[in-house]
Structures are given as C-alpha cells and as structure tokens.
C-alpha cells in the first residue's frame, strides 16, 4: 500500500496521499512536509463525516472533488471489502496539480489499492504500511507485543516486496524483515526500537519502525548514524508526552 | 435572473437547491425534498471546509460528488450553498464551465 500512495506522492502537485477506513481511522498515508500522521489521522476523522453525508445522498458515489482557494482535494470511494469496511483514498494537492494526470492516477492507484484491501498479493495488514492494527486486533482486546522468537514472516507478504524495491534482509527477531540495515548493531538497534515503541502503540510498533526508517534513511541501508533522527520520527508516533519521554528515555540510556 | 435560476437553466441540471452552511433551506428548483438535500450538502461542505483548514487549503470555492448515473455540484458563496444535479454526470464539466462563464459576467 506504501508503494501505491507513493506512486501518487511522485504526481506533481501533490502533498499527500492517504487511505481510511468508514470510522474515520487512518489506515495508511504518504505525505511531504507537514502532512505527517497526526494530521492526517485528524483530516480523516473530518473527511468521513463528509463521506458519511454524500453517502446519504448519492449512495453509490465514486468520487468527490473540492477545490480549494490554494489547493485541491480528491477523494476516490474504494468500496467495502469482505470484511463489511469501507475505505477511501484522499488526495491532498496543491494548485499546480495537473487535473488530468490526477485523475489517471487516482483511478490506477484505486484499482491496485482495492485488490490489496480485497486480500490480494501482499494485502496482510504488515502490508498495508499504516496505522491500522491488524484485524485481529480490531477489538478491544489487543494483543500483546511480538515474542522475541515470533519472527515468522507472513507468506504473502513477499510479492509486495518484490515490488517495492525494498531489500529482504532479516534482521531482527521481531519481524523486521523488509528493511536493509548496514550492520548487525544497527538491526539490534532497530529491534530495541520496536520493542520499546511496542509498549506504547502495541503491535503496530515494527510497521512504525519500518516506515520510518524508510523516511530517514530512504537510499541507504539503515546505520547507526541515523538513530537520532530515526528516535525521534518514531517518539512522534506516541501521544502521549510522559510516554514519548518513557520512550526517548529507554533508547537513549538502553 | 438568480444564480440558483441560473444554474437550474442549464439542460444537464435536474434540480437546484440553495441553502447554507449550517443546512438551512432558502428555496429549490425541480427538487421536491430541498430541505434534505439544503441538510445535507450543508454539512458535507462543512465537513469538507474543515479538512481544508487542518491542510491550509485556503477557502473551499466549490465540490463535485460523481456516480455511475448522476452528480452533484456544490458551489460556495459566502455561507450559501448551491447545489445542482447533474446527469448524467459526464455532463458535469461542462456544467462547472457554463457556471463560472455565466457566474463570471454576472460579476
């Protein structure tokens, strides 16, 4: 899903991209600048209030297009999948976006997102690169964080990396597998990340650690030299202020 | 001529309805339950203006909603909602055009 929403990050004109589900949840996103996750999660708590009310007009909707004074928004109607969720694509662009690229790009971007969310290839919810928990998760009760010894890697999850050019590189015992790292103490360092973060956000945890090291350390292998700024990207991921310190506090003495 | 007479001239528009932000009703053309769609469209130009300020998109000037048979053309003046029906929905460009070109001489 990642690879999708960058597709359409790369589109000129466009700031962000980001997919959620018919309770408003953030279930995945890609953006420049300032159009990190809790803004988009905020966007996508207003945007399906919008959705729930054109949904009561015309409820077979496809697409919704607002244009903005400085910008433009577009939001694509994904449909519901087996599950009985449905889901949208927004697209955040500015006022260079050229309309009809867009809307290739938007049509093209669906119809792949629609087979990930319809179980297609790679559509496990370590696949989807946001902030959804996975199904299993849905309820109240959440499961604890990955045993150290769980590493086993879900199998349909490679045909998304073949695909994202990322490399297959094993390096933790947390599941941490679709991120290269340079040395053995970078992946230690990668796997403490994602045990420390997973006390706080929960088994989401090593698909936060590896989003973000794909922003800070998108050309290279992940090294050592990149903690700080990756410590950071993910203390970000916590809301709450006494557990961001927790956190910044267990890496930094760890 | 008004605007919403304006709108509900042109032969792809099947009803017209104008209200406000906050869902109140000012009058309709061709539209038999206008208070419900004035409601409606209302609050989804709210909810969308909102989004549009947590992404400093600047103000919200008009939206389109498009089906398979139909579509709707919202368009913002102040905090008048305008909203036109179109089918089928690939007549909506053409739509928006004839809009700003008539709303552009009236101005």
């Not at chain 1, 909707?61 to 939001?75: H, P, V």
């Not at chain 2, 102040?78 to 909203?83: A, H, L, Q």
Request: neutral net charge; glycine residues 10%; proline residues 6%.
């Amino acid at each position: 899903m990642d690879t999708i929403l960058q597709s359409l990050l790369d589109l000129a004109g466009v700031t962000a991209a980001l997919v959620f589900d018919g309770a408003g949840k953030l279930v995945a996103h890609r953006g420049h600048g300032v159009y990190d996750r809790p803004l988009c999660e905020q966007v996508s708590a207003t945007l399906v209030k919008a959705t729930d009310a054109v949904a009561l007009q015309q409820r077979d909707w496809e697409s919704l297009t607002a244009q903005f004074a400085d910008g433009k928004l577009l939001l694509r109607n994904l449909g519901a999948t087996g599950d009985g969720r449905s889901h949208v694509l927004a697209l955040v662009a500015d006022a260079s976006l050229n309309p009809s690229f867009a809307t290739v790009a938007v049509r093209v971007a669906a119809t792949k997102l629609r087979k990930v969310l319809e179980g297609g290839p790679g559509s496990s919810a370590t696949d989807l690169g946001g902030s959804r928990p996975p199904p299993a998760a849905s309820s109240s009760q959440i499961p604890p964080p990955p045993a150290a010894s769980s590493s086993q890697i879900p199998g349909d999850s490679r045909p998304v990396l073949a695909n994202s050019g990322l490399s297959w590189s094993k390096i933790s015992s947390v599941g941490l597998s679709r991120v290269a790292v340079a040395d053995p103490a970078a992946g230690a360092f990668l796997t403490r990340c994602a045990k420390e973060l997973a006390r706080h956000v929960g088994p989401i945890a090593k698909v936060y650690v590896e989003e973000a090291v794909r922003r800070v350390s998108a050309d290279a292998p992940f090294a050592l030299a990149a903690a700080g700024p990756l410590l950071e990207d993910l203390a970000n991921q916590i809301e709450d202020p006494d557990d961001r310190a927790k956190f910044r506090g267990a890496l930094k003495n760890g | 001529m008004s605007d919403l007479a304006l709108i509900a001239g042109l032969p792809e528009v099947r009803s017209a309805v104008l209200g406000d932000l906050a869902g109140g009703f000012y009058d309709a053309i061709k539209e038999p339950d206008g208070e419900t769609v004035a409601a409606v469209m209302g609050f989804l130009a709210t909810a969308v203006l909102q989004a549009g300020e947590h992404l400093g998109l600047g103000a919200l000037r008009r939206a389109a909603v498009s089906g398979p048979t139909r579509a709707h053309l919202l368009v913002l003046h102040g905090t008048s909602v305008m909203t036109a029906c179109v089918e089928p929905p690939a007549s909506l460009a053409s739509v928006e055009k004839a809009l700003d070109a008539a709303l552009t001489g009236r101005r």
